[in-house]
């Protein structure tokens, strides 16, 4: 059949089946590799951006580090600590901390009572159970003082009553009235249980 073909039919043919060929060439060999070379192209366009974007953060990273260095200079995380290394002395430092700020807001300290207390996250604790008397104001200047002051201090477990005095007039205002005030003061040393001495 092939010899039975005209000259410009077999050439043709020849340039059919030569289409043929290299069309399943390209659909085998050539479209195969460039999908992959698409998926690669993808792949380090996804790459770059994720590069771009640690970058990013690494450098703010950096910046927060920095600030974080600065906002330490300026004020420093020691003063919100006790400065004794042992445990009592620790304990009188807290102890000496609240009488002063009792007296000095016209409020008479009762008692103060060292406390057990265990260590939290790493930092060594000392606690105080403090009795005092006062008025309302009076309280209230002293829980502003131990709480917003240095050393850091925490209090809990507060309780105020009214004192019940024979000669107290009926009318007296009510901010003057006298409370019986009871509370527990914490405070912390750097250090953990490991690093605080007895």
């Known amino acids: 059949m092939i010899s039975e073909l005209t000259p410009v039919r077999s050439r043709m043919l020849a340039v059919g089946l030569l289409i043929a060929v290299a069309l399943g060439s390209y659909g085998f060999v050539v479209a195969p590799l460039a999908g992959r070379y698409q998926a690669f192209e993808d792949d380090i366009a996804e790459l770059a951006a994720r590069v771009s974007h640690l970058r990013r953060i690494a450098s703010a990273g950096a910046m927060t580090e920095d600030r974080l260095a600065a906002l330490k200079r300026a004020q420093p995380a020691g003063d919100y600590y006790l400065t004794s290394t042992k445990r009592a002395l620790a304990s009188a430092e807290l102890q000496r901390h609240v009488k002063e700020i009792v007296n000095a807001r016209g409020c008479q300290l009762v008692s103060s009572q060292v406390m057990s207390s265990e260590p939290e996250e790493g930092f060594g604790s000392v606690a105080v159970k403090v009795h005092m008397r006062g008025n309302i104001a009076g309280l209230q200047e002293v829980l502003h003082r131990l709480e917003g002051g240095k050393p850091a201090t925490f209090i809990d477990d507060l309780s105020v009553s009214v004192t019940h005095r024979r000669r107290v007039p009926s009318r007296s205002p009510q901010g003057q009235m006298p409370l019986n005030i009871q509370f ?8 953990g249980e490991g ?3 007895d």
């Open 184 to 191: 527990k003061v914490t405070a912390y040393g750097r250090g």
């Open 195 to 197: 690093e605080w001495h």
